[in-house]
């Protein structure tokens, strides 16, 4: 199967900080449309204030929220996750109707994505076996730079990944971020690549369509971590 031409698919980016129930709102009703055909697929990029997301594995034990933070249910799979200005924050609605039922491929090609497109900026980053999220080196360790948590109904995708790009980094202390507390939490601007959101989207936009390729590739050899999707019929 072969993927749709990427100008099939709207790229929007919005300014500012938007309040995540608007998101969740604008996501639940695009979703519709795209199953109902009356609207092409989706990669929203975006901000929002300083909060916190649940996903359907989150634990209680892992929120602290000592900023006092709002605190948002997301639906998406996965655990606590904090998202807040000077993150990049991509929301990947896709129709996998068209483009292979097959989510752990889909959750490879989009882990992918985001590492070749650090990789155009100077920046080694990896999938860690046993980890959800996208990884660095940095001071003797393993850090995560972004993070990925998706929904799927009736096959078509919601929500999709965070990248810090330049965010206030003492804001994860308030969750065990994705449950993984043994590594730390970094960015972008804390392994100077001062390239901004811009040069990012830049790069991302750049390569939408070998991620679009990559979806209808042989579906081998896929990372066995833990998986953060939320499947709804």
């Not at 959750?107 to 650090?118: K, P, R, Y």
């Amino acid at each position: 199967m072969s993927a749709a031409p990427q100008d099939e698919i709207e790229w929007r980016v919005t300014p500012g900080l938007l309040p995540y129930p608007d998101a969740l709102e604008e996501m639940e009703r695009r979703v519709e449309a795209i199953q109902q055909g009356r609207a092409p697929e989706l990669v929203w990029l975006l901000e929002h204030p300083p909060l916190y997301t649940a996903g359907t594995s989150a634990d209680p034990a892992e929120l602290f929220n000592p900023f006092g933070f709002p605190v948002y249910d997301a639906g998406r799979g996965g655990r606590y996750t904090y998202h807040g200005p000077g993150q990049r924050v991509g929301y990947v609605l896709l129709d996998l109707n068209r483009r292979g039922r097959d989510i752990r491929h889909f959750v490879h090609a989009l882990e992918g994505w985001l590492i070749g497109s650090l990789a155009q900026l100077g920046v080694t980053a990896f999938r860690a076996e046993g980890r959800i999220g996208i990884w660095v080196k940095h001071r003797d360790t393993e850090a995560k730079v972004g993070a990925i948590g998706v929904r799927v109904r009736r096959w078509v995708t919601m929500h999709g990944f965070s990248v810090n790009i330049g965010p206030e980094l003492s804001h994860f202390s308030g969750i065990v971020p994705c449950g993984i507390g043994a590594f730390p939490v970094s960015s972008l601007d804390e392994l100077g690549v001062f390239q901004g959101q811009e040069r990012f989207d830049l790069v991302l936009n750049q390569g939408l369509g070998e991620f679009l390729l990559s979806l209808s590739e042989k579906r081998e050899g896929l990372s066995t971590h833990p998986f953060p999707v939320n499947v709804q019929n």
